[in-house]
Structure formats: structure tokens, C-alpha cells
């Protein structure tokens, strides 16, 4: 699981926004090279030993350069805020002061709130994601009824992670499947949700899942589907109108989802498999 420290990410996109202005050459759009990370960093000490805003004291105490290994390694390795070590600490002030903020502890509180009413970032995506989640098993809970209302307030309507499950509701609907049947065994756990990455108005954020959804046959009262997967989801957030929603989704294909008729032929003689299938075609198409 990638370590990756959200804010961390939004003082790169800043800062790299702010390079970009200064100097035309820098493209965040492309791979950073070494000879991008000089002029940044070059960028870095002409900016700040010229700020008149800054205090002598500061400037004395924090520095004004940063070394373009440092640098590399912040974009291409890897780097967490580490209060713990003063090196790290001087780093992230240097950064924040370019962007124009006292340091890094003022960059944190400024974005939690601007976010969130002072709520942490990390804690505000997760509890999309969870909630999301939620939505989308009681929406399946509520089959052959079609409601929507609760998955669009944190899914995105135009976005593929709705558009997938409101395809899934309308298919399931027309066969009369649901989870939310008396003693129905179905559920999810969300194990784990780390941030990949982010910017001011976007986030990638994988989450590690399991998924039991039973589906049962109304027409028939018979169970038809088992999808029972555990997986890695990498989902993606977009800011809407001040609003965090999931806007797409992506997982891998069902390994271990089976349609239960296939289990019970499994076990016939091949003899009369063809019968038993022919026979409950018939039966379901009623």
C-alpha cells in the first residue's frame, strides 16, 4: 500500500503552480526531470531570499534552499512529514513559505479548513467513500424498487461509478433480484481506504473490500447469484460545487461470483444437465 500524505500533496500541486508561472519551462503536465527540479529549486532561493514579507529571523533559522536531490525525492520518491526529524520539518516550513503560508503546520489547519470545518482530510474522503459504499448495498437492498436519492449524494450522476450500479439496479429490477429479502445472508466490509493521491479538486483513493451480495429471484423465491469477491477499488473523487462525490470507479471482473443453477448442474450427471437447464428455463421465463 502506497504511503502518500494528502496534504503533502496539495502543497506539490501549489507549489508546482506557482513554478509553472514564474517560469514557462517547468510543465506539470509532463514527467518532472532532473534539470526541472534545478530551476525549482533554483526557483525556491531566488523567491524566497528576495520576499521583503518574510522575516530575517526566518529566513536565518528555516533557510532558503533546498537541494534538488531533496527535491526528487519529495516528487519521485516518496516523503512523509515526519515532525520528528527537524530536517524534514525545515523542509516542509521552506515549501509552505514559498506558497505563502507562515509554515507547515498553518498550510495543514488552512486546508482542514477550507475543506471540512476543521475535520481532517483524510477522515473527509474516507467517510465518502464509506458512505458511498452504504448507499450503494442499501440501494441493492431495496430492489425491485429503483431509489437513487441517497447514491447521488455522493456519487457523481454523470459519472461511470453511478452509471454502473444504476445499470445494475434497472437489470435486476426487470429480473425481480434483491439482497433485501427475509434472511438474506448479503453484506461488504471496507478493510482499508488509503488517498493515492490528490489535488485541490480532485483525489484518488483505493480501498480494499469485500463484497457478499446473495441475490434472490422474487418471481421464483429462489437464489440465483452469489457475488462473493474481495478486491482492491480505486475510486475517483471530484469537488462539485463545494461537494467531494465519487465520480468513477474501477475494479477487476468477478473471479469467485457464480450463478447458483451452475452449482447445482455441476453436481448432475452431464447425462441429464441439459434436461435440468432446459427444464428450469422454462420454469423462470413464466
Known amino acids: 500500500m502506497p504511503s502518500v500524505n494528502p496534504y503533502l500533496e496539495l ?3 501549489e507549489l508546482l503552480d506557482k513554478c509553472c508561472t514564474i517560469n514557462p519551462t517547468i510543465n506539470k503536465l509532463r514527467k518532472l526531470q532532473h534539470a526541472d527540479f534545478k530551476t525549482i529549486a ?5 523567491t524566497l531570499d528576495a520576499n521583503e514579507d518574510i522575516p530575517f529571523a526566518v529566513k536565518r533559522d528555516k533557510g532558503t534552499t533546498l537541494s534538488v536531490s531533496t527535491l ?7 516523503y512523509l512529514p515526519n515532525k520528528r526529524d527537524k530536517r524534514v520539518t525545515r523542509t516542509l516550513d521552506i515549501l509552505s513559505l514559498f506558497i505563502d503560508y507562515s509554515d507547515w503546520d498553518s498550510f495543514v489547519q488552512e486546508k482542514n479548513t477550507s475543506f471540512k470545518q476543521g475535520n481532517s482530510i483524510e477522515g473527509m474522503l ?8 452504504q448507499a450503494e448495498f442499501e440501494a441493492y437492498r431495496k430492489l425491485p424498487k429503483i431509489e437513487t436519492a441517497e ?4 456519487r457523481t450522476e454523470s459519472g461511470s461509478g453511478y452509471l454502473r450500479i444504476y445499470n445494475v439496479l434497472v437489470q435486476h429490477s426487470k429480473k425481480g ?7 438474506n445472508p448479503s453484506g461488504f466490509t471496507q478493510q482499508k481506504v488509503w488517498i493515492e ?8 483513493v483505493k480501498s480494499q473490500e469485500y463484497w457478499y451480495l446473495r441475490w434472490f429471484e422474487i418471481p421464483t423465491q429462489l437464489y440465483r447469484y452469489i457475488y462473493n469477491e474481495e478486491n482492491e ?6 469537488l462539485i460545487d463545494g461537494e467531494w462525490k465519487v465520480s468513477s470507479v474501477f475494479y477487476p471482473s468477478p473471479r469467485n461470483s457464480v450463478h447458483i443453477t451452475h452449482v447445482v448442474f455441476a453436481y448432475l450427471p452431464k447425462s441429464i444437465q441439459k434436461f435440468a437447464q432446459a427444464l428450469i428455463m422454462k420454469l423462470t421465463s413464466k
Open 233 to 238: 477499488q480505486t475510486k475517483t473523487l471530484e
Open 72 to 78: 526528487e525525492r519529495i516528487f519521485k520518491y516518496g
Open 151 to 154: 447514491l447521488l449524494k455522493y
Open 177 to 183: 433480484w434483491t439482497i433485501g429479502n427475509e434472511g
Open 42 to 46: 533554483s526557483i525556491l532561493d531566488q
Open 11 to 13: 502543497l506539490k500541486e
Open 126 to 133: 474516507v467517510d465518502i467513500v464509506t458512505k458511498a459504499n
Open 197 to 204: 493521491s490528490m489535488s485541490n479538486d480532485k483525489a484518488v
